[in-house]
């Protein structure tokens, strides 16, 4: 079954191809039924290919299969051949897997939309497009799938395309995008002009062959990040995200959880060993990444619609991935990714529930004492803020905590503070999501109230699946402290992880860092506690006594207008300009004139031809007299 593992990514794809061009005319539940099946199939066939990978002892470039040639020009050559080592038996692992669910989620949810078979077509094509990208063995087909899942966003992000609000969010992410974009493309030409393959074995090749100077590794590794910084939406390309939630839930639950957004730290994670060679690369990629974990948790301080809380937290929880890749601690990095996976997805989808129970609503003004409507909702949803906020014994703390540590043990103290901060205001704005939404006094609207009911099945089962994994998925990378082979994560990447994991701590230290770790958590759970269940006019204070601080955060620093006043205007401005001095006096006129000049030609022409007989005698004669005249004179 191994041998098979290249089938991954077509399932979906296959399942994509029929709905499209078979989808209005099926039932319902077939194709649900075909869309989850796809997925499931996926996931099947990854935990066989990951069990073999484990059983078989497979390293470096783990299993390869190349399906056909694809590009040949001269010596240039670049196969369709994908890869399954340990680093993409993750991935495939949390996209197939988490994947799976939010399309069994999605049946229920979406179960009334009129364009049900074009939302699993597109879920299935977003799925097919990342298996793509992260089990490509090459950068030119990774950028295949990194395209792809491009598209998908932008075409689910603008699904109910008939709100302005939905297709202009689409249209952004898709711009914003295109900008990382074009810096990745020119990353991927580097590599090509040096080295001639696009290969990932090739590339780690050369780099432990020496064939990078210091130099040239830094300007390719700056140029691939920044195509990581616009699709894992950093600073300053991470305005796309939030908007990202005028598509359904389900859609934000995909692209925050298993796809899109984790697409850049999968790729600087596979090219750890040419970001080894570059300090400074590596420094700019940690520096961005504790600057974006702040700000974006400072923007979801004062948000009052519940899903893009849960945006600008992904925005942040991304800031600790790249953290994780700039100080060296790939392993922890992945390892964050992983399980941010499950408690991040389970955060979408309950408040997908919620808004289901409401009748749609967003605003947690308009929610409070919840808790005991939703059985099963409040519970994991509880389960996935604890787990979020780093709090002992739930996954997220181990991720997070690993992260942490090993920038602290590099000597990043800054970069260490920084995290320690964000990890406050992870733990406060979760805590304030959950105190606003299930504690305290119902503040519902009368028609959200009359129609307040717990979500079906296929809604809550994946819910009760997911909190399950954020509470245990974490107990594959124990801290060191406990033992030295306790990390089965890291061991397991050990053979596609070549980096160096840097300096290692005392026991007492190490457990000081934890302790401080847990610490922060518990002080911005217990700020979130007193501000919104024990003291409640504390905030409206607070907002009273410094308007501009909160106009600040609540406006998202005007990054927005900023972007509009400066890029998005003045580009507009531009363009009409050209329209109207260009386009329409030099283009248009010079097509205009062609036809004008051309057009009175003819009707000079045309004098010629007035078809009466009289008139050809007549030029006949005066030919015949010109000629008469020629020969006698």
Not at 133 to 146: D, H, I, Q, Y
Not at 166 to 172: E, L, P, R, S, T
Not at 337 to 353: C, E, M, Q
Not at 498 to 515: D, F, K, Q, T
Request: glycine fraction near 8%; aromatic fraction near 14%; proline fraction near 3%.
């Amino acid at each position: 079954m191994a041998e098979l593992f290249w089938l991954i990514p077509f399932f979906p794809a296959l399942s994509s191809l029929l709905l499209i061009l078979f989808g209005r005319k099926l039932p319902r539940k077939y194709i649900a039924f075909q869309a989850c099946l796809a997925v499931f199939f996926s996931l099947a066939l990854s935990i066989l290919s990951f069990l073999s990978l484990l059983g078989s002892g497979h390293e470096g470039h783990g299993l390869i299969k190349n399906l056909f040639a694809w590009i040949h020009s001269g010596s240039f050559k670049v196969d369709l051949s994908l890869q399954f080592d340990q680093l993409t038996a993750v991935m495939c692992l949390v996209v197939s897997g988490v994947g799976f669910l939010i399309h069994v989620y999605s049946s229920g949810y979406m179960a009334e939309d009129k364009s049900f078979a074009r939302f699993f077509a597109y879920m299935n094509l977003f799925t097919f497009s990342m298996l793509l990208l992260v089990m490509a063995s090459n950068l030119v087909l990774m950028f295949v799938g990194w395209e792809g899942v491009g598209l998908c966003s932008y075409l689910l992000i603008g699904f109910w395309f008939e709100k302005p609000s939905a297709a202009d969010a689409g249209k952004k992410a898709f711009i914003v995008n295109r900008i990382g974009d074009a810096g990745f493309m020119l990353g991927i030409f580097f590599i090509l002009l040096h080295i001639g393959s696009a290969e990932f074995a090739a590339v780690n090749h050369a780099v432990e062959a020496g064939g990078f100077a210091q130099g040239l590794a830094t300007l390719i590794a700056l140029l691939l990040f920044v195509g990581a910084i616009g699709k894992s939406a950093q600073i300053p390309l991470y305005v796309w995200l939030p908007d990202a939630m005028e598509g359904p839930t389900p859609v934000s639950a995909l692209i925050h959880a298993a796809t899109m957004v984790t697409a850049g730290v999968y790729m600087v994670a596979r090219m750890n060993l040419l970001y080894s060679l570059s300090p400074v690369a590596m420094q700019v990629v940690a520096i961005v990444g504790a600057l974006t974990a702040v700000y974006a948790a400072s923007m979801a301080l004062t948000q009052n619609d519940i899903k893009r809380v849960l945006a600008y937290s992904t925005i942040s929880q991304l800031g600790y991935m790249f953290i994780g890749l700039g100080v060296g601690a790939y392993s922890a990095a992945v390892f964050h990714l992983y399980t941010h996976a499950f408690f991040k997805s389970l955060l979408f989808l309950g408040a997908g529930s919620v808004m289901h129970a409401l009748s749609g609503e967003l605003d947690l003004r308009k929610m409070g004492g919840l808790r005991k409507y939703l059985p099963l909702t409040f519970p994991t949803f509880l389960i996935a803020t604890i787990a979020i906020a780093g709090v002992p014994f739930f996954s997220g703390f181990f991720s997070k905590d690993a992260i942490l540590t090993s920038a602290f043990a590099n000597g990043q103290y800054l970069i260490w503070a920084l995290g320690l901060m964000g990890a406050v205001l992870t733990a406060f704005y979760m805590f304030r999501v959950v105190f606003l939404t299930f504690y305290g006094k119902e503040r519902l609207e009368p028609e959200a109230k009359a129609h307040l009911h717990e979500s079906p099945k296929t809604m809550t089962i994946p819910l009760v699946i997911l909190a399950f994994f954020s509470i245990v998925a974490g107990y594959v990378g124990l801290p060191i402290v406990l033992g030295k082979n306790v990390n089965l994560f890291d061991r397991f990447l050990e053979p596609v992880i070549h980096a160096p994991h840097g300096a290692h701590l005392s026991l007492s230290s190490e457990w000081m860092l934890i302790l401080a770790s847990v610490a922060v958590a518990l002080f911005g759970i217990f700020i979130a506690y007193v501000f919104y269940l024990k003291k409640p006019d504390i905030p409206h204070n607070l907002v009273a006594r410094f308007p501009w601080l909160y106009k600040l955060l609540y406006n998202k620093y005007y990054m927005d207008e900023i972007y509009n006043a400066t890029f998005v205007n003045s580009t507009i401005k531009g363009s009409e300009l050209v329209y109207k001095h260009f386009d329409l006096k030099v283009i248009d006129g010079a097509l205009n004139g062609s036809a004008k000049t051309m057009n009175t030609i003819g009707k000079l022409l045309s004098s010629l031809q007035t078809g009466l007989i009289k008139d050809y005698a007549l030029v006949f004669l005066l030919g015949a007299l010109i000629l008469l005249g020629y020969f006698v004179f």
